[in-house]
């Protein structure tokens, strides 16, 4: 992990996550704002909860903006470069199989991010990769349709299903 | 007592089915596999199937999951003794012996140690749910929302409180929690909160998808940045060896029923497996004699977090089915489906659906067993798939995390939310945000609002009503000093700081 430049130091990530976290606070304020945050006849207006939890929320990201980025501060290690790769390449390919999913169906968007992930990503032989991609993807079927008796999305493939 | 043991006996009649003893079998299996493997858990591997479970009978749907439970904290102790890699939280405090231990090729020993424990203080945790279980209820009976209210308060501040790492980062997850509970329709006022004029949240942000995002997704990209070094070590089990370890385990009675007895009480209270286990080690570590070498593979430093892992765990049962009070994220998404069931945790579910709970009472005490038995016989298997590289196993479990949200509802709203909540949780889980008591937050949001707006209704909004009943009163205050604890050491710390420099 070392030897990578870090991109992101464990200061400025605490920073930046305390910014976000009190962004959420100030946000859930905003949103119960938008109601009555008082008192009717029947007790607590719908807006009273929310708006004091987010008070809460932005006064500890607050504290936490303090503690760990001005009073106790750690340069230490947080992102390297490697790491970011390592995480983009894990991350995004499974963004594409959920947005596949939507058009291709489940089973089929899992056999080809199985394939690519495994083979071109992973370095697995192909042969390898393919075997596991449709091994899984019919396992996977095999489990949802007829064990648990829950159908997935199968996309432009469903009429072929039904012949199966 | 006496009836809560003939209660008990129902209860073998209600779990002693064919079916549900297959169910238990499968539920350990599967929690085995999740535990073993990264980035699935105790918590995400039962949300997993808890979709799956929406057409099943009640009885057998919470048998099927609780065993994905103990199986998943058993599967998480291999983990930690062969690799060094704690497939659980909950099993952190056992890789500082048990790794060691089989380094030095006692690797039999330290399961056979972490097994029999684990089964023995599960056992015992359930023995208390069974001998406690009338009068928790009974207890929860002088429980009215106003009741209610303080202890939800109550949990969240022993999180605060004993949680570890900075408090204010345990109340930032809580406020998150509770937030994201509040989305959607508010089920009084029947308007809708928080939605940010997004439609698709209008129905609420569902707590699985958030599981399974923070669970499966965020730690995924947390291993992901720092790949896995498996050196497994000999993983051969030697038969003999097992053997001897049995012979000599009793030996270690003080350890186990210690750490047994802090099991069962951060169970009960508020604390979970994770604080629980590692508050038992660090028992063991001061009061056991003989100036024993922890850190360097001594036997007590596995069997001493394996005990307060399961008896927590198990107990935890208790305040969740007695009060709908859960002590772990695991018990809290069990608790999640409970309701999702038309089930109503309280002293009522006690009366009206006795087949539900001490049926799974008395699975528990099965269940418990199987798992010792399945992991013994499994250990071999398990070792090998450890082996694969986990370029596979990782997009795999990607898969199986997309597939379980879109479960959840079929919608593909939740599959935009699971991504959020995967790099949400990939910070909060590496800058040492709590996780347990966000999805606490979660599942108790709800119910925490109705509770605190009934409490308003009944004393016409005078705040003092939560300390004009002694039940109440004691709980808040309790909430109040725990509350003042982190305040306390902070003003500390300044004032050292202060005469340092002066």
């Given at each position: 992990m070392s030897d990578s430049p870090q991109i992101l130091n464990r200061r400025a990530a605490e920073i930046l996550f305390s910014l976000i976290t009190g962004a959420v606070g100030i946000a859930v304020i905003k949103g119960a704002l938008e109601m009555d945050v008082g008192w009717t006849s029947s007790g607590p207006d719908a807006g009273y909860f929310p708006f004091r939890v987010g008070l809460i929320i932005l006064a500890a990201s607050i504290v936490n903006l303090v503690q760990r980025g001005f009073l106790k501060p750690d340069d230490g290690d947080y992102i390297s470069r490697k790491d970011a790769k390592a995480m983009a390449l894990f991350f995004i390919p499974l963004v594409g199989l959920a947005l596949a999913s939507l058009w291709l169906g489940l089973y089929l968007a899992i056999a080809l991010y199985l394939v690519l992930a495994i083979?071109?990503?992973?370095?697995?032989a192909w042969g390898k990769a393919i075997t596991i991609a449709l091994t899984t993807s019919v396992a996977l079927y095999m489990t949802f349709e007829f064990l648990f008796n829950l159908p997935l999305p199968k996309g432009p493939l469903g009429p072929l299903f039904g012949v199966l | 007592m006496i009836e809560n043991f003939a209660n008990l006996f129902t209860g073998f009649g209600v779990a002693l089915t064919p079916y549900h003893i297959a169910l238990m079998f499968a539920g350990v299996a599967f929690g085995l596999v999740v535990g073993v493997l990264p980035g699935l858990g105790a918590p995400n591997g039962v949300s997993l199937l808890l979709p799956l479970t929406?057409?099943?009978?009640p009885v057998a749907a919470i048998i099927l999951l609780t065993s994905i439970y103990w199986g998943a904290l058993i599967g998480g102790s291999i983990t930690s003794i062969l690799f060094n890699i704690p497939g659980e939280p909950s099993s952190v405090a056992t890789t500082f012996d048990g790794y060691p231990m089989a380094r030095q090729g006692k690797a039999t020993e330290a399961l056979t140690l972490a097994f029999l424990s684990a089964g023995f203080a599960a056992l015992v945790g359930v023995l208390l749910v069974t001998t406690l279980a009338k009068s928790v209820t009974q207890f929860a009976l002088l429980f009215s929302p106003i009741e209610y209210f303080a202890v939800f308060m109550l949990a969240f501040a022993s999180f605060v409180a004993f949680g570890g790492g900075s408090p204010f980062k345990t109340i930032v997850s809580i406020g998150l929690g509770l937030s994201f509970a509040t989305v959607?329709?508010?089920?009084?006022?029947g308007s809708v909160r928080l939605t940010f004029d997004v439609p698709d949240l209008i129905k609420g942000i569902s707590f699985l998808v958030v599981v399974i995002g923070f669970y499966g997704i965020g730690e995924l990209l947390e291993t992901m940045q720092e790949?896995?070094?498996?050196?497994?070590?000999?993983?051969?089990?030697?038969w003999s060896a097992m053997m001897r370890t049995a012979r000599e385990w009793p030996r270690y009675w003080l350890t186990l029923i210690r750490g047994t007895l802090v099991g069962c009480w951060m169970g009960i209270a508020p604390g979970g497996p994770t604080a629980a286990s590692f508050m038992s080690y660090g028992i063991a570590k001061r009061f056991?004699?003989?100036n024993k070498p922890f850190g360097k593979g001594v036997p007590e430093g596995v069997i001493a977090p394996e005990t307060a892992d399961h008896s927590a765990g198990t107990s935890a049962m208790l305040p969740m089915l007695a009060l709908g009070l859960p002590s772990s994220a695991t018990a809290a998404v069990l608790l999640g489906g409970l309701m999702i069931w038309g089930l109503t945790p309280g002293p009522m579910l006690f009366k009206e659906r006795p087949d539900f709970v001490w049926g799974l009472i008395a699975s528990m005490y099965l269940s418990n067993v199987a798992a010792v038995i399945l992991a013994l016989a499994s250990v071999p298997l398990f070792a090998r798939v450890m082996s694969v590289p986990f370029t596979i196993i990782g997009p795999m479990i990607g898969v199986v995390c997309i597939i379980s949200a879109w479960t959840v509802s079929g919608s593909s709203f939740d599959l935009l939310l699971l991504f959020i909540f995967g790099i949400l949780g990939f910070f909060m889980k590496t800058l040492n945000y709590p996780i347990a008591p966000m999805i606490l937050a979660m599942v108790l949001g709800d119910r925490s609002e109705d509770a605190f707006r009934q409490s308003m209704l009944l004393s016409q909004g005078s705040l003092t009503v939560f300390f004009e009943r002694p039940l109440s009163a004691t709980l808040s205050v309790l909430t109040i000093i725990f509350l003042a604890m982190p305040l306390v050491s902070l003003l500390r710390q300044a004032f050292k700081r202060n005469a340092a420099s002066t």
């Open positions: 083979g071109l990503i992973g370095k697995v | 929406f057409a099943m009978d959607g329709m508010d089920t009084i006022s790949p896995l070094a498996a050196k497994p070590v000999a993983t051969r089990l030697d056991t004699r003989g």
